[in-house]
């Protein structure tokens, strides 16, 4: 169990499932800070099967979120590659409060999950995380 300087703490779980996303056995981790800010905890996980679309589509319009997605991608020789794309999710209309403690957490968030994230994308809007906008960044980091 991890606390960070927010104060808030990583679930066990989201470590142990981000592990199993790294070896394919899920598409995407949806996590949240819990309703008492005490943590961050999983809310969904995505099959194998699920698309980018699938993804976002549960990101709240109101409330921020991390996201890790494993995205699969083609480079302009054809070739296929994918990389692990870790979301930043602070939507405008989400409370500033809610905001601050999204991105205050970030980093040691990302610190407590270790080795494997190879992309971050920030969205305040849903253009900011659209598909063309991250298949762009992780081709730019491909090359």
Not at 76 to 84: E, F, L, P, T, V
Request: hydrophobic share 35%; with cysteine; proline share 2%.
């Amino acid at each position: 169990y991890f606390i960070m300087a927010s104060g808030v703490g990583v679930s066990d779980e989201c470590v142990t499932l981000f592990a199993e996303l790294k070896k394919k056995q899920h598409r995407y981790l949806i996590m949240k800070v819990s309703d008492d800010n005490t943590e961050i905890v999983i809310e969904h996980t995505g099959a194998r099967d699920e698309s980018y679309t699938d993804f976002t589509s549960k990101l709240p319009k109101e409330s921020g979120r991390y996201g890790i997605f494993d995205y699969d991608y083609k480079m302009d020789d054809g070739s296929s590659r994918d990389k692990i794309v870790f979301v930043l999710w602070a939507p405008d209309d989400a409370p500033i409060k809610a905001k601050m403690l999204y991105t205050s957490s970030k980093a040691d968030f990302k610190k407590s999950l270790g080795e494997g994230i190879g992309c971050e994308v920030q969205g305040t809007d849903a253009s900011e995380i659209d598909e063309q906008e991250v298949l762009e960044k992780v081709l730019k980091l491909s090359r």
